[in-house]
């Protein structure tokens, strides 16, 4: 039964794609760097010294997940500074020292976070141009269609890892592949244009880190975004790994702090929170993964099953173990959103950074084009603490909330 | 005795300029954010509505302190990220409104923290004119100076509320006036320039928090800074404030949070943490005030008495009560540090935002002019911690580390 007011007061929370709680573990990694180990970083004294060593170890954490270097990590305050570092401070210091003679072209997908869309509007204000990738039915882009718009005046190509509403997961190593064919076949042309610095790729991975592979190298990407309070680690701190040779400007000024490519006092029980949540949230891929998947499909099989009107967006393969995502033609999402509320359950329309804007309507599900639900689909997330009772409850108060 | 080694393995900390512990009761405010309420803000659901309300209690709060309306207030990573709004979001604002025909002015201290400093240097790479006001022996600006420097095309004076390294307070309230009298008598040819926005005063008043005033009103001041890492709240956490009707552009794009003026999820905690550290030192400015004067004239005197080599820099009487800066003529700052270190004393050479830098001599002691100790002064900076057995024992300290 889905009681209107369940008789337990228990809520279920089912959108871990917009907030996930800091697990136990990483709340005591951080616990002494706020009263005892509070000194900065910087100083010259002994306490000083040993929290910027602390701040060494997780940097060289991180650096080991992603198979990177520890001057690779570049802290910021979340993925949305890490998102718009990598698309304007590259933009910013490609202009700044190649002047406005030739443009620079950054390719992107249609679906991005607001924080890689918002960036490349501003890159294109400040005399940029900007493609956008096609994206296809399943929510996904193809890397064939990237081949197809990078020129050698194309910097950078920023596509995320897997999407934050519909979960699907993007071909990055193909992405990744297609550009060094590209780079490989026209070595000669890419050098007369910025000192040959494109194409770099860049993806945002604050939706994938709970799930895949972060290894970079693998990956074959040049910049990756990293959010605290999307991987169970605090929220206010987030990173860009940015490849050795990769010159940014800064978009924060000051101190130098982060090799001067970010100045401010670091967020240092942050940062150690984040190294702890990643090497946790990592070690468990496989085994989260699975767990997840189970849930997902039995929620998804029973929903369909359930709901003649239901439709599932994005490709079923091809996705986040946690996302759920479904169009209920007719409905209004944010209603639903309420309706669920009352019954005890947390869900979204959308990702929670549309929610502020003038028009709510998903921009995602408009970009897979063909359908018209973009104001009719749930985004319905589980996580850690997500159990097979949870997700019965959800699958059993879905019809009521459709009557 | 100041024992090379003391037998108590109790150091003592004297940099609070650099970083405060985080308050218990601050921890506490705080702890409930961090697993339980971890929602998005921006969700629509009871959790993210509680969130929500509590970042809403939060700001409601800040407001109540400086005397502003909760919309005035914009949090940010930190100081530096609220310093760089300020003179950033605001010249890039008029750079974009009003074209590159007239260059926008910006009139600054030479000793403001290098957030200020160097954002006035892109300002000026951007196309702004920068002046810098000329700093006195005590250590403070003059009003009247600032009258001099101002012109129709100033849109901001930014002078800090009190200097980081040698704590003299400048003088707010006075330079506030100064402008407020030009643009009275100046009304006609400022309306000519930006459609008559400047000029608009910004303070820096990261290091005023914990023992002066905060109200805007009284200070007659257009934007403020805070962070909290100064205040006993977190790190990782700051604000600017930002009066009705100054227009800025963002410097931090996507979700729109902040009123559209800074993107990113929120601090959640830090938010809830910031307002609890500020509301508790505020409450205690006069108690702690008092208390530390006593405890800095204290060690001033004595410190000026038994080594006769010592200069204070800066007045003595226009100062933040926790603050001793001391000039030790023909010695090596950091070298002074590293001898207090092993002494069980922290303390340090000048801001440690200074450290990372190729130059570490403190440029603000060489603004002060006619000295030449920007190479052998320390900062030592007292706390709520701070008892007189320790300035009792700096005290014994410093002859011998003078030897």
Redesign the interface.
Known sequence: MCDMKPKKAE?I?L?YA???????EV?VSMAQY???H???P???????VAVDRAIGVARTEIARILRAHSDEIVF??????A??LAILGLSSHIMKAYGSAVKPHLVISPFE????T??A??FQRRGGIVSLLPVYEDGRVRADDILKLLTPQTVLVSVMYANNEIGTIQPIKEIAKVIRYFKKHNAKKIARYFNGAGPLFHTDASQAGNFLSLDVLSLGIDMLTI?G?KIYG????GMLYVKRGVTLLP???????EGGRR????????IIGLAKALSIVQKDIKKEGKRLTNLREFALDTILRTNPSAQVNGDRENRLPNNINICFLGHDS?FL??K??VRGI????S???????DDPRSKVIQSLGGKDCDGSSLRITLGRSTTKAHVQRLVKCIPEILK
């Open positions: 809520r929370f959108d917009s907030a996930t709680p800091v697990l136990p709340s706020a009263s005892v509070f000194a900065n910087s100083a010259l004294y002994a306490e000083g910021t305050a979340n993925g949305t500074e998102d718009n976070h607001s924080a890689i918002e960036a509007a501003l959010d309070g605090p929220k206010g701190i978009r924060q000024v000051g101190g130098g702090q100045s401010g006092t670091e967020f240092v029980a942050g944010e959103v309420l669920l509320d947390a869900v979204s329309s990702s929670s950074c549309n929610t502020k804007k």
